[in-house]
């Protein structure tokens, strides 16, 4: 408009040419960003229990076997739990990974016994498991973000009838698994290391990978941090959604064949309870049950901070209800000590 | 001005400031409201008057400036002290809930109880008292408040006002949500609680009504106080526009370059329709054009670029971009097609603000810088700094959080987003809102660089001269219809304000 100044001077201090950089970070803070740091919280919580693991049990508890005993025993749970980070971080929560894992091992124990699978490799009944669990996890990220469910609600339908389909089908009955090739291989060691540990060990890295390196991360984070800005920049949000119930599922899938492995046996009752376990494993970890925000490092501290106070109290002949009571200290004081802590700037590794 | 000094007025406000995060949102504003009179307060979107009620109701505390009530200086802390004092507030966004009763929201905080339990019937019987007061003795004081009609939930809101012992009633656009009834009723209501002696100090955009029921009027712009206790019988309108609209800071608008006459159309909006939002809007855009579409808040004018985008599903009509027309309702297709949307909630809708500058500004894109599904943040980074270099970004540090910007910064990052995306329609919401004036300057350069780059760019925003100053073409626009379609150059904020407030009033 000709009544208007026309004077297009960049004069503004947000308009001045880039000055010096921000000030360099120094070496400690560098350390506390790194890694390590960022769980520095994390790791001295582990490193305070394995001391008093060290002080009251001893040598029986430094030993290398009850270290192996420890992971292996934190293995499956920690599976379940690095899909149930990416759920987290996304900002929703899945409560059937527990009863996904006693479906799929039902379902693969029964489809192992029949004829055609004995004649053919037992890789079959991996496929199955996980097919099972990935199933699973498409209905429930269909029902999500498709049918506008809330999480938590479509998961616990998920949850009850899983659970019950697993029943019918087992009859409430255990099957006995009797491939001896599967068991064999589930239960044999590379260079000393179960084969459950080096699962975990696998998962956990892809899921690492999958959450910091990828496309699908990105996406994931973006999400929880703010829905309506990822679908505003054109990311397909309910497709995405959709896919990572189905992460979800597959590592219950991938726990269900880990536990048939070590008990060789499938039943409905497997999984009871490990959605809880998983969840305070994902929050203790770190991750910000709202979602935005959280770490797959933090979320296998937090598995092997339980596991490793598991091992400290049966070391010690202490009951499972005082570990109970422990565990649930630890969770409030980690949630308590995350709410002082969390600053706004920090970030996902 | 006319100063009557019969009576000590009721509230006297003098000097007051306030700033937010380095935003001046009242620069010094001055009023005196006098018991059982209607005192209008009129301005433009971000003239400060949601600041000042705030202020009066012990939302924020001012920076500087004293509040006298009733010949007292008194300190409004927080919302209790002004409710003790006699103030109450009804902001627009209505503050009831819907879960509960009429009677339980009335008594919300309140409540009437005796060792304990709730004293339900006599609840009900005040609650009935004050409904039939308000001249609405039919609701029942057990209705839940959810079930009502946006009218009857300010009848609500109002009555719990006078459930406490009140001496001045603030009221926010209260005619925003009403029908032509409703309002009647509203108006017939407000006289009733002057007549009792009640101060009820109205901010609306419609001059006409003011013209109904106002005494005084005392105008805001830009934070600053530019009439106070004007008389409305004896304030012509064209008075009442000038004040509001006067610039004291000149917006600094960059040159216009004429659109090309064989420029090709990109944008084609046809008969676009969405039942109570908007209706039959068509427009077209050429490359290099701005268009710029005008009008009030509430007026459908967002509503449209997010109908365009995708983001919201229009019942009819259609949407071309270069020829092709996009699928209704899916912001993927619209993105893939060229579109970009810089929404008007930059921190709500537009930026994840937890993660660094250079995640936000890839955020469209990332997926075009990876390999196989793996990102490539190195180039993502080298991508974002030169956005950085290129717009002026500060601070310059690609890994900075979004959060910690100032909000010029944010808007450039938005803007970066589509630059690096890649667009041929840019749909930009309220681009400087919460944008302080020297980077607002800034923007208005980019927005001139994005046309001339061959974007057909849509602006909407609630500061008349920046669509005027910006836009080749003006769209005027007012409950959801556009009015008319001219040159930018054919106008004037005057016209605009006259044309919207003749549009609403029809």
Redesign the interface.
Known sequence: ??E????????????????P??EKKSGFRRILSGPVGRNLGLVIALLLIVLVGAITAGDTFTSINNVLTILRQASIIGVVSIGMTLVIISGGIDLSVGAVVGLASVVATLAAVQDFVDQTHWIFLVIVAIAVGVGAGLINGIVIAYGKVVAFMATLAMLVAARGLAEIIANRRTLVLEDRGFINFMNADIIGVDMLIWIFALVAVAGW?LLN??????RT??IG??R?????????VKRHIMWIYAISGLTAGIAAVMILGRTTAGTSTHGTLWELDAIAAVVVGGTLLAG??GTITGTVFGVLIFQTLNNVFVQNNLSSSVQAVAKGVIIVVAVLLQQRFAK????GD | MIKVDHDPPLLTVRGVTKAFAGVQALRGVDLEVRAGEVHCILGQNGAGKSTLIKTLAGVHRPDDGEIVWNGEVVEIADPEAAIALGIATMYQELDVVDGLTIAENIFLGHELSRGGFSRRSEAAAQTRALLKRLGHGNLSPHTEVGRLSAANKQIVSMARALSHDIKLIIMDEPSAVLDTEEVKNLFHVVSELTSAGIAVVYITHRLEEIRQIGDRISVLKDGRSMATGLSVADTPTSELITLMTGRAVENVFPPATPVPADSPVVLQVQNLSLTGVFDDVSFSVRAGEIVGLAGLVGSGRSEILEAIYGARRPQNGSVAVGGATLRRGSVVKAVAAGVGLSPEERKSQGLVLDEPIFKNVTLSSFARFAKAGFLDERRERAVAREQIDALGLRPPDPDRPALTLSGGNQQKILLARWLVHGTRVLLLDEPTRGVDVGARADIYVLIRRLAAAGNAVVIVSSEIPEVLGLADTVLVIADGRVLNTLPASEIDEHGVLDLVMKGTAA
Not at chain 1, 4 to 19: I, K, N
Not at chain 1, 344 to 347: A, E, K
Request: charged letters at 20%; a positive charge.
């Open positions: 408009m000709s208007q100044t026309t004077r297009v001077e960049t004069a503004s201090a947000d308009a001045a040419p880039p000055g950089p921000a990978l390196r990828t496309t699908f991360g990105r984070v973006a941090g703010n309506e800005a990822a679908r505003l920049a054109g990311i397909d935005g925000r706004p700037t920090g970030r």
